[in-house]
């Protein structure tokens, strides 16, 4: 604006660059510049103020101290929002730097109160006494303000009870979830329409790229998904002074509108959003950057097309509260999705892939608690053994979170050592188990059901075991007979306690099918385990009929409660139908 090239000097008015000088010292302004009957001001060539009239002082509302001295363009120049004036963007600048005569019949200044002066100027080279290629800016306010006038303050978007609400509601809301999604479309829902009737959010994924992830528009009474103005965005440019770029790089909350995007574009992104303008008919928009503690997750922006009225600087606070909060949302979620990614892997890996035992089907499932990180204590497992046969297990270290998945982990790798090693019967590898446990691991308690399987010299199954403190296997007879095993059944793990272990054996029927399983998959708050356990016997035979992976699936759909805080591991075993 009012002139003031870049602080590398007046290279377009000489030929060698001039040492960045102090700020000038006051200069008493001219005597011609009194007789001029507008406002009136000089600035050197580094763009500082010289010298100014009393019109320019009253019509600016500032005194000569507080001109004089100073940039002109930063002090004064700013956009139809009242937004700092970028330097490209300045044809008062531009004429200054080529020491040209030139005008413009619409531009604003800002006053000392904060206020935007519309107004019209010309500019042009002026000796002053004692200061070479200084330069004359003259400028005119078609509606100067009034003396003594106060400067009349924008409408607010919401009164201060309501946006006090409007703030309680958003923290509330989408710090209630975890879910990325969920709390974009809580936001959505939370600022339209009341604030605006468009609703842009850009956001910066992990490897640095820009995604314009929403784009709604409050048409009437719904709320409209434009996905087609959705999607990826180019890079964010360094020091472009656009208003979305600037949010994108956190530097500060700006307005902007159709006409801030109409120039020559610096950089992609000005593109898309000279395009978003285009698309959606926004005459106003407020963008602020969304942050977290941490870094920045992107920009928010609120648009108006058919709502009247622009948004104004006294606006921008609002904006900033929100996207402070959705931010630290995000964050958390992003957090959250990321350690279940992780966790899920670390899962993927710690439980097996089911062996294939001719004659046998088998089929596992695990459902991760709903609360916890997607890993859990509870587990399966089916190995063969030396001697031929076929071990299984299902087990639950205490907790559901990556300290018992690791403990989980432990004393699944010690028993199919222990169990491949010793030709022994499942109740003595299990003691050993349980005394090795309570050295070597950082395992507190964990219950366990250890079972071999092989075939009986008559063509049947025979399925012996042992129970450390487990819920007891089922056995679902192919016309839905249906029968706990209880016996062999002994203490849990980790109490040290060296009580002899029991085993037990039965010959498993044509067709018949084995259910093991951790005790998420009978618990429920507020109701006792024998209420579990019947509402699984008689989902179980009523579903024996069907295959064995649609009867796992069913089961647990039937079964599992509602309101379940564990995880659940199950393995299914069916017998062949005929020895």
Request: proline share 8%; glycine share 8%; net charge negative.
């Amino acid at each position: 604006m009012a002139a003031g090239p870049e602080q590398q000097g007046s290279q377009g008015r000489g030929s060698q660059a001039a040492p960045v000088a102090p700020p000038a010292a006051p200069v008493a302004p001219a005597e011609g510049l009194e007789a001029i009957g507008t406002g009136a001001y000089v600035v050197d060539e580094e763009g500082r103020i010289l010298a100014a009239n009393a019109r320019a002082e009253q019509l600016l509302g500032r005194s000569a101290a507080d001109l004089l001295g100073h940039d002109a363009h930063d002090l004064l120049h700013r956009d139809a929002h009242g937004q700092p004036l970028s330097r490209s963007q300045c044809d008062m600048r531009q004429a200054f730097h080529a020491g040209r005569t030139a005008q413009a019949p619409e531009d604003y200044f800002a006053r000392g109160d904060g206020s935007l002066l519309p107004i019209s100027w010309l500019i042009t080279p002026f000796d002053l006494a004692g200061h070479e290629n200084s330069t004359l800016v003259l400028f005119h306010a078609p509606h100067p303000p009034e003396a003594g006038a106060r400067p009349e303050q924008p409408p607010t978007l919401l009164p201060e009870i309501e946006r006090l609400a409007l703030l309680a509601a958003t923290t509330t809301q989408l710090t209630s979830t975890l879910d990325v999604e969920e709390a974009l479309r809580r936001l959505v829902s939370l600022v339209l329409p009341r604030l605006a009737d468009w609703i842009i959010v850009d956001l910066i994924t992990e490897r640095d790229e820009v995604w314009r992830t929403v784009v709604v528009e409050a048409d009437g009474g719904e709320l409209v998904r434009h996905e087609e103005l959705q999607g990826p965005m180019p890079p964010i440019p360094e020091e472009s002074p656009m208003p979305l770029s600037r949010a994108l790089r956190g530097v500060a909350s700006t307005l902007a509108g159709p006409q801030t995007y109409q120039g020559p574009p610096d950089s992609g992104i000005a593109v898309e959003q000279r395009r978003l303008f285009e698309a959606t008919g926004v005459h106003s928009a407020a963008i602020a950057p969304i942050r977290s503690t941490r870094a920045v997750l992107g920009a928010l922006t609120l648009g108006r097309a058919k709502q009247p009225g622009d948004f104004h600087t006294t606006d921008l606070p609002l904006l900033e509260d929100i996207a402070r909060r959705t931010g630290l949302a995000l964050d958390n979620a992003r957090l959250y999705q990321r350690q279940r990614k992780v966790a899920e892997t670390m899962q993927n890996h710690l439980l097996p892939q089911m062996p294939r035992v001719p004659g046998l089907q088998m089929t596992v499932r695990y459902l991760p608690a709903p609360d916890a990180s997607q890993v859990g204590g509870d587990w399966y497992d089916a190995f063969s053994l030396s001697d031929g046969a076929t071990a299984l297990a299902v087990g639950d270290v205490v907790g559901h979170d990556l300290e018992a998945a690791a403990g989980m982990a432990q004393v699944r790798n010690m028993l199919r050592a222990y169990a491949w090693a010793l030709h022994e019967p499942p109740s003595q590898i299990v003691a050993r188990l349980d005394e090795a446990v309570m050295h070597i691991t950082d395992v507190a308690m964990a219950t366990l059901i250890l079972a071999r399987i092989e075939p009986a010299d008559d063509g049947h199954w025979r399925l012996s075991w042992t129970n450390a403190g487990h819920p007891p296997p089922l056995l679902i007879s192919h016309d839905g007979l249906a029968e706990y095993l209880s016996g062999g059944h002994g203490i849990l793990l980790g109490t040290g306690a060296r009580r002899p272990r029991a085993d037990a054996t039965v010959l498993l029927p044509p067709g018949s099918t084995l259910l093991l399983y951790t005790d998420g998959l009978i618990e429920e708050p507020g109701h006792t385990l024998d209420e579990g356990l019947y509402r699984l016997r008689r989902h179980a035979a009523a579903l024996a009929h069907r295959p064995l992976a649609s009867f796992t699936d069913q089961l647990l759909r039937r079964v599992r409660p509602a309101a379940n805080d564990d995880d659940v591991a199950l393995l299914a075993l069916r017998a062949p139908a005929r020895p």
